[in-house]
């Protein structure tokens, strides 16, 4: 009698380990999730500057059209990315567009003395790192999550739940902790 | 706070032993319990009242309202609410019952004097206290060690008591058994603030640890530390009351006053254990040491 007892009791401890464990998964993968939109906010902010920036740089740059052209492409070629792989793929590309969008504004004295430009241009640099930081968090929630679904024995619950390993995303990051940015106050 | 804490139950305990009325250091403890609830709960608009903190704007303050805001996503927290405080020592503070209700707050002379990658060093280093919930982990402990020194005095109570039913039965083991309980109560509040003191070093290394890991750059947290400890001067408004929550004990560099900035010395071991924060020339050697 008191053997079954103790044996029930075990069980009913397995049990509840074993739905701490799948809670844990749960909980883990919906910050994995959450991260990613942080990301997206961040992402999205960028896409609704851009066609300002453009519209400012169009005012004294008109004929530079080739440029243009190629960050509205790279723009919409971002929004409509469907995974995180493509999506930091297409997200390198517009970068590399802006910064030549930048390089040609480097040409036009007067549009590098517009206010609203420097306004826009310092709005996009701080997306771009508000970008890097969404991604480092993006990247440990990540790190967590798969080091959690491939250790044991949440290795065996992660298989048979269908709880895949999870990608980085990966921005070309310039450091920039590594190079401190020099800013008086 | 741990002290107040220490201080209320040690004069409940005397009374209540001279007065033979165990409901007085319950009394007590109950009370300082409550205050530290109190405490826990309006944490961060009590030390920011004291200090006179003035909210950063984003207009005001583009560039530094930024890097905390930057800082927060990276750690994943909601952007806290960010005070100035007009002192020229460099020093900052996190306070707050959660994530969702924190704030941080730094002085101007801390502005003044360091580099951008040194602030993000000392903003990170304050987030992480948010992250790890540290001013909850600090009330918790004070109050389990209030427990303790209850249960410590209901003992004592009842060896007492059976001690005086059976007089003839009382040996040796009993009358040293009774003197044990009577010094465990006396080192109860003792105890009490030293184990508080303890968990707040140890946070204070764990806050330094997880912040450099959200910069990628623990040498600028720990540059910040050795501009921080070569400057002398204590905060005009530093109490203790607040002293645990800042990024460095705001005292000053030089508290035994004898003119040598303290982390040129050896810090005594009776000294470390009475510190809320761990010796300066200890954290920046770990950090010198973290590979992230």
Do not use: C
Request: proline share 4%.
């Amino acid at each position: 009698m008191r053997t079954t007892y103790i044996i029930l009791f075990m069980i009913g401890l397995v049990i509840l380990w074993l739905i701490w464990m799948y809670n844990s998964l749960i909980r883990k993968r919906n910050r994995v999730d959450e991260a990613w939109s942080d990301i997206e906010v961040q992402l999205k902010r960028r896409y609704d500057l851009i066609p300002n920036v453009m519209e400012t740089v169009k005012g004294y740059a008109s004929h530079e059209q080739g440029v243009f052209q190629k960050v509205t492409e790279a723009r919409t070629q971002a929004m409509g990315a469907k995974n995180a792989h493509e999506q930091a793929a297409a997200e390198n590309v517009l970068s590399n567009t802006l910064k030549t969008l930048f390089a040609v504004a480097e040409n036009y004295p007067d549009l590098k003395a517009n206010a609203n430009f420097l306004d826009l241009q310092r709005e996009l640099a701080d997306t771009e790192n508000k970008i890097q930081s969404a991604r480092r968090f993006f990247n440990s929630t990540i790190l967590d999550y798969n080091s959690y679904i491939q250790s044991f024995p949440t290795n065996i619950m992660a298989s048979v739940f269908g709880f895949g390993k999870k990608e980085f995303f990966d921005l070309e990051d310039n450091h920039p902790a590594q190079e401190p940015v020099k800013v008086s106050f | 706070m741990s002290l107040f804490f220490g201080v209320v139950i040690a004069i409940g305990w005397i009374f209540s032993g001279a007065y033979g009325n165990p409901s007085i250091l319950y009394f007590a403890v109950f009370f300082s319990i409550l205050m530290n609830v109190v405490g826990y709960w309006f944490s961060d608009k009590i030390a920011l009242a004291l200090h006179h903190a003035k909210p950063v704007e984003m207009k005001s303050n583009p560039e530094l309202y930024r890097i905390l805001e930057n800082l927060s996503i990276t750690a994943g927290l909601p952007m806290p609410k960010f005070y100035l405080i007009q002192d020229p020592a460099p020093n900052a503070f996190a306070t707050g019952r959660n994530p969702k209700n924190a704030s941080v707050a730094v002085t101007t002379g801390l502005l003044e004097k360091l580099e951008r990658s040194e602030l993000e060093g000392v903003l990170a280093h304050e987030l992480s206290h948010i992250g790890n919930r540290d001013m909850l982990v600090s009330t918790v402990a004070v109050v389990l060690v209030g427990f303790v020194s209850i249960v410590a005095d209901m003992f004592m109570r009842s060896m007492w008591f059976g001690g005086m039913s059976n007089d003839d039965d009382r040996g040796k083991a009993g009358g040293f058994l009774v003197i044990i309980g009577i010094l465990l109560s006396i080192l109860a509040p003792i105890f009490a603030s030293l184990i508080h003191l303890a968990i707040s070093r140890r946070r204070e290394f764990l806050a330094d640890a997880s912040g450099a890991l959200l910069t990628r750059y623990p040498e600028g947290l720990a540059s910040a530390l050795g501009k921080i400890a070569s400057y002398g001067r204590p905060i005009r408004t530093a109490t203790n009351a607040t002293a645990h929550l800042f990024f460095e004990n705001p005292f000053g560099a030089d508290r035994d006053g004898d003119g040598i900035p303290d982390h040129k010395q050896k810090t005594p071991w009776i000294v470390k254990i009475f510190s809320t924060h761990p010796p300066i020339e200890e954290r920046i050697k770990i950090l010198k040491n973290l590979k992230v």
